[in-house]
T-cell receptor
């Protein structure tokens, strides 16, 4: 099973709402990632969890808050978002290995619209 | 610093013809290179990667890529294009090998014409 699942597929929220995006993988991977992708643009790395250690991209606003309850689950909590945060949010996972042997698997994404 | 360039925003090719999607990179060391494909309204799918060894890398769906160190290129190729290959293709480079330092190119839209 090389599947990464994400829920919900679509999300519409107001700027005062609080919502969460969820990601799950059962490949035993110990690294999980959140990316943001605007239309026709490359993905931008937001957060990485590796062996339960969070690496924060400092350019990510605090209105995005990641959580890794266990090695299979990854959440992205959203609060007080802005319309410019509307994008496709991609989750990915990989098993860290030395020498670049790891392969990253992506989920289908959550398409977020902030009104 | 590391960067990757995809010089073509769009590539059009007739079905059955060979296709090439270009990628050049810049890193101060030995690169790890990747190709991903993204179908409309979908996440990215891994196609292939170069780490070391044979310069010709074979990947999923009949794609292959050739690593050329002297030209700092990693072009994606397929001998015979299918209409279903129409998608957005991203080249990516990492100096350290891990995904925390991956830099993606701007993407090339491949259109295969029936």
């Amino acid at each position: 099973d090389t599947e990464v699942t994400q829920t919900p597929k679509h999300l519409v929220m107001g700027m005062t709402n609080k919502k969460s995006l969820k990601c799950e993988q059962h490949m035993g991977h110990r690294a999980m990632y959140w990316y943001k992708q605007k239309a026709k643009k490359p993905p931008e790395l937001m957060f990485v969890y590796s062996y339960e250690k969070l690496s924060i991209n400092e350019s990510v606003p605090s209105r995005f808050s990641p959580e890794c309850p266990n090695s299979s689950l990854l959440n992205l909590h959203l609060h007080a978002l802005q319309p410019e945060d509307s994008a496709l949010y991609l989750c990915a996972s990989s098993q860290p290995r030395g020498g670049g042997e790891e392969t990253q698997y992506f989920g289908p994404g959550t398409r977020l619209l902030v009104l | 610093a590391q960067s990757v360039a995809q010089p073509e925003d769009q590539v059009n090719v007739a079905e059955g013809n060979p296709l090439t999607v270009k990628c050049t990179y810049s890193v101060s060391g030995n690169p790890y290179l990747f190709w991903y494909v993204q179908y409309p309204n979908r996440g990215l799918q891994f196609l292939l990667k170069y780490i070391t060894g044979d310069n010709l890398v074979k990947g999923s769906y009949g794609f292959e890529a050739e690593f050329n160190k002297s030209q700092t290129s990693f072009h994606l190729k397929k001998p015979s294009a299918l209409v279903s290959d129409s998608a957005l293709y991203f080249c990516a480079v990492s100096l350290l090998g891990g995904y925390q330092k991956v830099t993606f190119g701007t993407g090339t839209k491949l259109q295969v014409i029936p």
